[in-house]
């Protein structure tokens, strides 16, 4: 009983015919992001776990609530996708190499990742995926966005999707990363390493999801410098105006993160934004980057 007198229903757990918690799907938004519930992603299932990975091709990020997740499961459930790819800029975890860790200390101004982008996109076989783990959240504040970019390329008038048919674009990190780069101006670069890395990569500028072969639009702020043939001049009006078409208010979702809080997500299928908007507070998660495959238009 409530303290009005109502009795409350309990949430019924759905079970299948073996006892075991069938998984619920709840989109976050009309175009982009679901919820998985009903699933401990430490101990799933392959069939829970091609679910779980069909779902996430599909709606480009899954999030997962209530979620123990040791250092230990976060590199055996990267590991069942396929490789893992360790990121060369962020710090590491001292103990678990594969973890990098996305962290903003209360007294530092500047986080990692404040601004639409794709992870990896400057490498020639770019991640696959991304699995971020929240270890320490603010108390208000530091939600993650993403922006599903096959919704994205469907909304484009037919005059873009044919000017940018067959297009391929030069993506890179060094302006991001290197010594006098955009990090390395702030309170972040400090903590930061791979400063004399040098990246590159050409990618078509619409691709064909490698799973469920739905057109996606792969250009992205943070990484894409010029389309093949052009200056970054001649790039830039056409780049701009497909990086700010991209993003409709119903394309996008947010996550409030809790403790327990997983996020999955596609790197082919979204671009993602960390919010800065929690000064003075300590924030840390824990990040795998899954390994990809070269990507064909
Ligand atoms: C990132 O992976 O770009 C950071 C995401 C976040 O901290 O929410």
């Not at 590991?79 to 990121?87: E, T």
């Amino acid at each position: 009983m409530d303290s009005f007198g109502v009795t409350l229903q309990k949430p019924v757990k759905q079970r299948n015919s073996q006892g075991r918690e069938t998984m619920k799907l709840t989109p976050m938004a009309p175009k982009c992001g679901v919820e998985i519930s009903g699933v401990t992603l430490a101990t799933c299932s392959d069939s829970e776990m091609d679910e779980i990975k069909q779902a996430i091709y599909e709606h480009g990020v899954a999030v997962f609530r209530n979620q123990e997740f040791s250092p230990e499961d976060h590199i055996r459930f990267g590991k069942r996708w396929g490789g893992i790819d360790v990121n060369n800029y962020f710090p590491l975890q001292e103990e678990y190499n594969e973890i990098a860790i996305v962290k903003k200390e209360a007294d530092e101004q500047t986080n990692i990742g404040g601004a639409w982008h794709t992870d990896h996109s400057y490498d020639q076989i770019p991640a696959m995926g991304s699995v971020l783990v929240a270890r320490e959240l603010p108390p208000q504040g530091g939600d993650t966005l993403w922006a599903h970019m096959g919704a994205a390329y469907d909304a484009l008038p037919d005059d873009i999707k044919e000017e940018i048919d067959g297009l391929e674009a030069f993506h890179t990190a060094d302006h991001v990363y290197k010594a006098d780069g955009i990090y390395a101006q702030t309170d972040m670069g400090k903590n930061l390493r791979g400063q004399d890395l040098k990246t590159g990569a050409v990618h078509p500028v619409v691709i064909r999801h490698p799973h469920t072969g739905r057109k996606m639009l792969y250009v992205n702020g943070g990484f894409t410098i010029n389309f093949v043939g052009q200056s970054r001049e001649e790039s830039l009006p056409l780049l701009q105006k497909l990086l700010h078409a991209a993003l409709t208010d119903d394309n996008q979702c947010r996550l409030q993160w809790k403790p327990g809080t997983i996020a999955i997500w596609d790197n082919r299928t979204t671009w993602h934004n960390a919010m800065n908007d929690y000064q003075g507070h300590r924030r840390e998660m824990h990040r795998i980057t899954l390994s990809g495959e070269a990507l064909a238009a």
